[in-house]
């Protein structure tokens, strides 16, 4: 009986797309052809040329930050014991030494300082 | 239709318009059905073909080509329908004429018209597998492919709705 039932709807001629509807979609086809590879290599040029230009920019501002901290707040602080050395060898040598070497210690303490809060990674406890 | 698959990858304009004349029609009368109206099928149709050019990629490793524009298509008509939904529109029935060309004999027209009004009886799945399998040619393994249900389901959903419209055509 479902047999019948089949033969029924086949039998009827299933009504296509209009005419007029096969121009349509084959021009709005070809429009999208012509359409996608420019806009896609272009986005394509685009996506790649901000992941580069932010990559230059991260490398930029890291090479930097130190002298640009420096130049918003000053010089970072001198720990007072190396004040302390400097003060306590000065009048042994002379300023200018005393100077030269409170620069070197601490130029070594906040290189170690970084050195320990890198290897405790980003969020040191 | 291997051949045309991979011409369709490459982008050939031709092509398009082969696949169109070799489904077109039946896609757009699954269309119909689908979203209730010929109108809303031709703005289907056409999303299809754009939608299909855009993942051109793909195509050419798609193994039923045929199953594969059903499914982009089932996939705009869902939008359509979601579209709809939002707007709030309201559809009348298909008749007859919006799903069958018109017969001269009045018996096949009458025959017609108890079929169009068959068919609006069934639940939306129902109807679905009626259509694809009836008047889209698909088998049951690619209709299960297309809307995404078990085989054994699009089998069973099949005979359910022909018992369902051989009780309406004996009323």
Known sequence: ?125 | MNDLAQRLARGEPAAFGELYDCCGDRVHHYLTTFLGSRDAADEAMQDTFVRLVRSRDRLGSVENLVAYVFTVARNEALRGVERRARDNKRLEPLGAADLFYDADDPVRREQAEAVANGLQRLGDEQREVVELKIYGGLTFREIADVTGVPLQTAATRYRAALECLKEWFAR
């Open chain 1, 1 to 125: 009986m479902s047999d019948d039932v089949e033969g029924l709807l086949e039998e009827l001629v299933p009504r296509g797309a209009p005419t007029r509807l096969r121009s349509r979609v084959l021009d709005a086809t070809a429009n999208e052809l012509r359409r996608p590879a420019r806009l896609m290599n272009r986005l394509r040029a685009a996506v790649a040329a901000a992941l580069l230009v932010g990559l230059g920019l991260n490398y930029v501002v890291s090479a930097h930050q130190d002298e640009r901290l420096a130049q918003v707040i000053g010089p970072p602080p001198r720990p007072r014991a190396v004040t302390i050395v400097a003060e306590t060898i000065a009048p042994f040598t002379d300023a200018e030494t005393a100077e030269m070497l409170e620069r070197q210690w601490c130029q070594a303490f906040w290189q170690h300082q970084k050195a320990l809060l890198r290897s405790s990674g980003p969020y040191p406890m």
